[in-house]
């Protein structure tokens, strides 16, 4: 005697098949997605960056510092937008925090094809940032050469869209990672000549650096 899909012992083979079916339905629909749009991480150059002040005062460990940089950011995609909704910008000087600084001219859209210029990022102020003996003595052999290096870091909050589809609100997978090499200039309207434009790595918007 048969019984049918509907019946009482041959619903889970059926059920499991119907499944499967939409999996991979839905499997497909994503790849084909992915690939129609295909999309490219965007680029994060720093242009230009002046250095005003970068003094420490071993008396009372503070390190104070004026930084301005020019960014750049160009999105190559032709059908992705990205919504930049948050732009913290952090100093580090010998893997040691100094600066945070969120951005003020945001949110702002960035469409396709597109370059985005940030510029005039002052990073300016005070802090009490923990030497030790040798990163002092890092710290003066750079400023007798009257170059630092300077690591800037760019922590975002991003949506992207794919046509008209958005994305929620998502924060990339690390920092963005801008190693510098600033020299120090004695003001602000004469800048110091020998910075050279930096490509900043670690831009992970749209993969994850940890598959495969």
Not at 25 to 44: A, G, M, R, T, V
Request: proline share 4%; charged share 15%.
């Amino acid at each position: 005697m048969s019984r049918m899909c509907g019946g009482r012992f041959n619903c889970c083979p059926c059920c499991f098949w119907i499944y499967y079916n939409l999996i991979l339905c839905f499997i497909l629909s994503i790849l084909i997605f992915w690939f129609i749009f295909f999309p490219q991480e965007p680029k994060f150059t720093i242009t230009n960056a002046t250095l005003t002040q970068f003094n420490f005062n071993s008396s009372n460990n503070t390190l104070e510092y004026n930084l301005a940089l020019n960014i750049t950011i160009r999105n190559p995609n032709k059908r992705v937008g990205i919504y930049y909704r948050r732009i913290q910008v952090i100093g580090n000087y010998r893997k040691k925090r100094f600066a945070l600084v969120t951005l003020t001219s945001l949110p702002f859209y960035q469409g396709h094809k597109n370059t985005t210029y940030l510029h005039q990022v002052v990073v300016q102020g005070s802090q009490l940032v923990k030497f030790g003996k040798r990163e002092v003595s890092q710290f003066n052999s750079e400023t007798a050469a009257g170059v630092y290096s300077i690591n800037v870091q760019l922590a975002l909050r991003i949506k992207a869209r794919y046509g008209k589809f958005k994305s929620q609100n998502y924060k990339p997978y690390d920092k963005i990672d801008c190693n510098l090499k600033v020299p120090l200039s004695f003001n602000e309207t004469t800048p110091a000549s020998g910075f050279e434009t930096t490509r900043c790595g670690n831009v992970f918007f749209f993969s994850d650096p940890n598959a495969g």
